[in-house]
């Protein structure tokens, strides 16, 4: 599988984004798949993920009611929409697929992007 983001970029505080990773593969539809960033000197830190019927989703404390992980199997594609961006927000975004063992940690995740660069200015 082969993962690539894009949507990042610059934007003021209360604005949004709406982020895409494209995925390549027929069994892209079999994938859980997920969202993590990391702010510079920082870990990669769990921030949202969607099963692969998109039945479940789940989202760290810090984006729940602001973000939303969404998906379109027959696209190949998940979404991440960020609205009521705030500074603390602005690090590399990465997507990642098909997670064993523990959703919320970087290592269980098998396949990933290259990242998109978000920005919040306040």
């Known amino acids: 599988v082969q993962l690539q983001a894009s949507g990042g970029g610059l934007v003021q505080a209360g604005g949004s984004l709406r982020l895409s990773c494209a995925a390549s593969?027929?069994?892209?539809?079999?994938?859980?798949m997920g969202w993590f960033r990391q702010a510079p000197g920082k870990e990669r830190d769990f921030v949202a993920a969607i099963m692969w019927s998109g039945g479940s989703t789940y989202y760290a404390d810090s984006v729940k009611g602001r973000f939303t992980i969404s998906r379109d199997n027959a696209k190949n594609t998940v979404y991440l929409q960020m609205n009521s961006l705030k500074p603390e927000d602005t690090a590399v975004y990465y997507c990642?697929?098909?997670?064993?063992?523990?959703?919320?940690?970087?290592?269980?995740?098998?396949?990933w992007g290259q990242g998109t660069q978000v920005t919040v200015s306040s």
């Open positions: 593969g027929r069994t892209f539809g079999s994938y859980s």
């Open positions: 990642a697929a098909y997670y064993t063992d523990n959703l919320y940690y970087p290592n269980s995740w098998n396949y």
